[in-house]
Nanobody
């Protein structure tokens, strides 16, 4: 079983920045992670894709964050990052990291393809 641990959430004013991290680990065994992604869920709304990244570094973004957010990963550390700039109040949500051991050539994969999820980290953008 793979464990995902998110960190880096918090409260920030509009226009500010935050950097989220997601570390994948497995007790008693090595971890080999394929595709990773960040999703978010605001109160009363469905979980939506923020950004996804293949094991080779190809990326895909949700329309509302394109140009403001950047996803990256460090395969040696089994870690994915989400750099969020120019944050807006509508970015307020719980951000979840998802991962699968499977590798894909396309950065666009369905939500159902993710096997592991973190507990989420709260991001609040407010003046």
């Amino acid at each position: 079983q793979v464990h995902l641990a998110e960190s880096g959430g918090g409260s920030v004013q509009p226009g500010g920045s935050l950097r989220l991290s997601c570390v994948a680990s497995a007790s008693g065994s090595s971890v080999s992670i394929g595709h990773m992604a960040w999703y978010r869920q605001a109160p009363g709304k469905q979980r939506e894709l923020v950004a996804g990244i293949t094991s080779g570094g190809l990326t895909n973004y949700g329309d509302s964050v394109t140009g403001r957010f950047t996803i990256s990963r460090d395969n040696a550390r089994n870690t994915a990052y989400l750099q969020m700039n120019n944050l807006k109040p509508e970015d307020t949500a719980v951000y979840y990291c998802g991962a699968t051991r499977r590798r894909y050539t396309s950065p666009r994969i369905p939500y159902s393809a993710y096997d592991f999820w973190g507990q989420g980290t709260q991001v609040t953008v407010s003046s």
